[in-house]
């Protein structure tokens, strides 16, 4: 084999490779985390539960000291005032440290979240099949920003599809673990302590 045939069949392997391994992003969708660059992230065609598509995460280095996700950012405005429940379905092989979906709700000139909930108190780890997870949390009417997606911490992969907004009552409980309702109540509840 000749140097530029040597050459070339190196330039079409790793052509070969990137376009194996590269996904492509959804629109509307970005990259963000404090690895991102150890991640591939985007579109796996055919890939979701219905033989249609899916967004993935996958670590592109065998050690990963930190998190990649995809995500994306809304107007809470019609949600104000109201509980929700985001939900979606995930997958996963060969998590190593944890994965999951998260929602935050932001609120302008504030570093700190109104309410946050990345599911690393229930993660995804290992090997999974594909199943529905859930966030419920309040947005209150000062709400500026809905920030959501997927996460991965360390290395391996998952894959996540179907997500959801939906309105849910207050008798769906949040899933932040130990911390009170964001939501003012309606009314004046329980003045005389008996619940």
Known sequence: MTARNKVLFS???VLVLFAF????LPEHWFIAGSEPKSYDMGIDKGAGQDGKNAATIKSNTSKVKGFGTL???????????????MSGFMKSIDVDDKAGLWLRVDQ???EKPLAFDNMLSRPVTGTTAWKNYEIVLDVPSNATNLAYGALLVGTGQIW????????VDQSVPTTVMGK??????PKPLNLDFDN
């Open 160 to 167: 996540f599809d179907k997500l959801k907004f939906e309105i």
């Open 71 to 85: 995500m994306q950012n809304c107007s809470p405005e019609s949600f104000l005032g109201k509980r929700i429940r």
């Open 21 to 24: 391994y590269s996904f492509e």
């Open 11 to 13: 330039l079409g392997f």
């Open 108 to 110: 302008a000139n504030s």
């Open 180 to 185: 009170a309702d964001r939501m003012p109540l």
